[in-house]
């Protein structure tokens, strides 16, 4: 009996595997009834100017997004992303690119015939979820605030007592033992980068509305978040970290006289810390969306084949999926406590003070 | 590829949204949040060592107790020790009184017996002398026939007498 199923289980994967390349070869094919993979996984990752739900038949289902942008010629235009019909129609000499290099960007035409990104300020996907969460984190913590205001000595119950154990986490083991004594400065910006990434990671798990953007896993955002660190770092920096960045004690001159080399290097590295911090959080948190995405993709990858081989992968893809995201709600915790444990490193590293040894020195 | 390409529109909301969330939660939540922790925290602190205090507190209290009560115990024997050696004290005291006013009263009680006694002997040695006398009136008016017969009769009267006077 059991030797049978596992003859049938063999029989099925060398299917798959002949099927795979097959699958792919049909999608290239045919690629207006195909289902195509990379379209269906950059689709979900991408930033877009509608928020697509689902599509019912041919109707596509979405809610649509107020386009801003400023044509270089032509000035302002407001309006909202269904004139462009899901990315068919021609607007006001605006179109959605389909191009390699700008696809899903809204593009002008230009008279010559050309075609050149206006300025995009547009509320996009992301920019909306973004919106959604910080009324979300405005409302928690504004309303936390309240009633500890209120009551400043009763122990908090419910909700309010889970986020004050993030927030004792975040204060006790994060920010207080890598800072040391200059905390308080820096905390309310370490406790809202923390929650900002922990709710739209959280966020981005979510499949439906309000949930499903891929905000923290874009790259624009990590930029933004890291470039506040280095701000963070660099600006409130004491004299011995710039002294020990271009000065150097304890390293040989000739390291140093003729040619700065120590010097280059140390400050390479406050550029390197920042950009650590962005690609870190950015690649996490896009590699936890393909990830799920792709078991999804296969499901119809071999659907398309056959809807039986498409059913039996969906079993295991559906499972899969679980475990990626049970396993991404580990992560999306872990990058959040990381971009703060790092950042609080950062700013630490730059509160040193100077030696005793090395002050006999001078 | 787009995905590593940073849009502008994206960094621009993202500053303003980040910033103004990062100003709002610093200025209205945070200081709110963890300075009630940390009140909380003193507070709970403040009130362990009050706890601990008034434990100690506690504990010096039952010291003195102890120590009030030891010295109210040897006050007590003290005293008690008092008042046994008053007692045998009194008591012997008490019995030296006794005693003297008892030879007193018997030194008193000899004194006035022998003056009774004394008394009795004078009244019994008059009583013999005028007995003496009445006998030796009635002797004498019998015998005083012969001169010296009477002589001899009267002087040894005399020497009896003078041996009853001594």
Redesign the interface.
């Known amino acids: 009996m059991s030797n049978r199923v596992i003859k049938n289980w063999q029989v099925i994967f060398l299917l798959l595997f002949i099927l795979i390349p097959s699958a792919f070869a049909n999608a290239n094919a045919e690629p207006e009834k195909k289902f195509d993979a990379g379209k269906f996984i950059f689709g979900h990752i991408r930033d877009d100017y509608s928020w697509h739900i689902t599509s019912v038949g041919e109707h596509e289902l979405s809610i649509p997004l107020p386009v801003i942008i400023k044509s270089q010629s032509r000035g302002w235009f407001v309006f909202m992303s269904t004139k462009f019909n899901h990315g068919k129609d021609v607007y006001l000499g605006f179109k959605i690119s389909q191009d390699k290099a700008h696809i899903g960007k809204i593009m002008e035409m230009l008279p010559d015939g050309s075609e050149v990104r206006p300025f995009d300020i547009s509320i996009t996907k992301n920019v909306f979820s973004l919106l959604i969460s910080v009324i979300i984190l405005c409302w928690i913590f504004l309303s936390m605030a309240k009633t500890y205001k209120a009551k400043p000595i009763s122990a908090p119950g419910g909700f309010r007592a889970a986020m004050e154990v993030l927030v004792l986490f975040i204060l006790d083991e994060v920010i207080k033992p890598c800072i040391g004594k200059d905390y308080a400065r820096y905390t309310p910006y370490l406790l809202t980068v923390f929650f900002f990434i922990l709710l739209n990671n959280v966020l981005g798990i979510i499949p439906i509305f309000p949930g499903g953007a891929n905000v923290t896993g874009n790259i624009a955002i990590t930029l933004v978040l890291a470039v506040c660190t280095f701000v963070m770092v660099n600006v409130f920096a004491t004299k011995e970290y710039w002294r020990e960045i271009f000065l150097v004690p304890g390293v040989p001159t000739w390291l140093k006289l003729p040619i700065p080399l120590m010097p280059m290097l140390e400050f390479m590295g406050i550029l390197t810390k920042p950009v650590a911090l962005m690609i870190r959080l950015f690649a996490n948190m896009l590699a936890g969306h393909m990830i799920t995405l792709v078991f999804m993709a296969l499901i119809f990858i071999f659907g398309s084949v056959s809807p039986f081989i498409g059913a039996g992968v969906g079993v295991f893809s559906v499972l899969f999926a679980i475990c990626m995201n049970v396993l991404e709600l580990l992560v999306i915790f872990i990058q959040a406590y990381v971009f703060t444990l790092l950042s609080a490193v950062f700013i630490g590293l730059s509160r040193v003070e100077p030696h005793h040894e090395e002050a006999h020195h001078h | 590829m ?14 303003i ?2 910033l ?3 100003f ?3 200025k ?10 940390a ?2 925290e003193q ?1 709970i602190a403040n009130a362990i060592r009050v706890a601990d205090e008034a434990n100690e507190k506690l504990e010096r209290i039952k010291d003195e107790r102890n120590e009030i009560l030891g010295k109210a115990r040897e006050e007590q024997n003290n005293i008690l020790k008092e008042v046994q050696a008053l007692k045998e004290q009194l008591i012997e005291e008490a019995k030296t009184k006794a005693k003297i006013e008892a030879e007193k009263m018997i030194e008193d009680a000899r004194q006035s017996i022998n003056a009774e006694k004394e008394q009795a002997l004078k009244e019994v040695k008059n009583q013999v002398a005028r007995l003496s006398v009445d006998i030796a009136g009635r002797v004498l008016r019998k015998n005083l026939e012969g001169d010296e017969a009477q002589l001899e009769l009267v002087n040894k009267i005399f020497d009896e007498v003078k041996i009853l006077n001594n």
Do not use: D, Q
């Open positions: 787009e995905l590593f390409n940073p849009e502008t529109g994206l960094i621009i909301w993202m500053l949204v980040f103004s969330v990062l709002v939660l610093g209205y939540a945070w200081p709110a949040i963890t300075g009630a922790i009140k909380r507070y």
